[in-house]
């Protein structure tokens, strides 16, 4: 059963594409009618301009996601993207919207017992060529998330450390990139996990600089980091830093009353000779 997050994010890069050629045609009416479910005209429209690497691409989604013909067609889809992905004459931008599209239909059919038996799809390496893309594009950031993601639940030996390495080389490419965060935060997770403290805390650093996506966790992080460093990496004045950033912005979260104690407890230490 293809998922409403991934229908979602089908049109998303459906709708970058006609953005992104900034010309008014029947395959942009094509992607419209796609992102508007109206299958019928988006199937016809894009039948029509298969010349069009944008045609290509929405009559492989129309494949995918159903449209009028009462049944799915992964593999039919899937081939399409494949086609698309390696085609030298597309430029790179639906290339790299191909693999992303490509991956993650495989991956997402692989775990739910849908993925056809033809397709051989190595959705783990696409990810991994996708993260490992000099240029940082849309594609290279929601791969590293389905790289990590895939990375937390495997059962493959070594696939934790070789998807750590690969990500801490990404990251180190894309430092000041907002979207980095979640990468960061799956970093400070996996060093965590593995009591690393002095590599997780500045992981954790990293992602608060760079600002946390969800605001509600924001104060359940900076108490977090502060308790690493004060009780784990053994700097004190790092910690009080963080607890203060924490009273501050949240006075009444759950967790200030112990924060405050800690914080007695660092200031206390500094007052003893």
Request: proline share 4%.
């Amino acid at each position: 059963m293809r998922s409403f997050c991934e229908m979602a994010a089908m049109l998303l890069v459906a709708v970058a594409l006609c953005v992104a050629t900034g010309r008014a045609d029947e395959v942009d009416d094509a992607i419209v009618a796609f992102e508007s479910s109206n299958f019928m005209a988006a199937r016809r429209l894009s039948k029509a301009h298969q010349d069009d690497p944008r045609g290509r691409f929405v009559m492989a989604l129309c494949c995918i996601h159903n449209t009028d013909t009462g049944k799915r067609d992964y593999a039919k889809g899937l081939r399409m993207l494949e086609a698309l992905a390696d085609d030298a004459q597309v430029g790179v931008d639906i290339r790299n919207a191909a693999k992303l599209t490509c991956a993650r239909t495989a991956y997402l059919l692989d775990v739910t017992g849908n993925l056809p038996a033809k397709a051989r799809i190595d959705y783990r390496a696409i990810f991994r060529e996708l993260v490992a893309a000099a240029t940082p594009v849309h594609e290279s950031f929601a791969a590293a998330a389905f790289s990590a993601r895939l990375a937390t639940f495997s059962d493959r030996q070594g696939e934790l450390e070789e998807t750590r390495e690969v990500l801490e080389a990404f990251a180190a490419k894309h430092a000041d990139d907002r979207r980095l965060t979640p990468v960061c935060l799956w970093l400070f997770g996996v060093y965590t996990e593995q009591e690393k403290y002095e590599q997780s805390v500045p992981w954790l650093e990293k992602a608060l600089a760079l600002g946390i996506h969800n605001p509600r966790a924001e104060p359940d992080l900076l108490y977090t980091v502060a308790r690493q460093k004060q009780q784990f990496v053994g700097d004190s004045d790092g910690a009080a830093v963080y607890y203060e950033r924490y009273i501050e912005s949240y006075p009444f979260h759950i967790n200030v009353p112990r924060a405050r104690k800690h914080l007695a407890e660092i200031r206390g230490e500094a007052k003893t000779p």
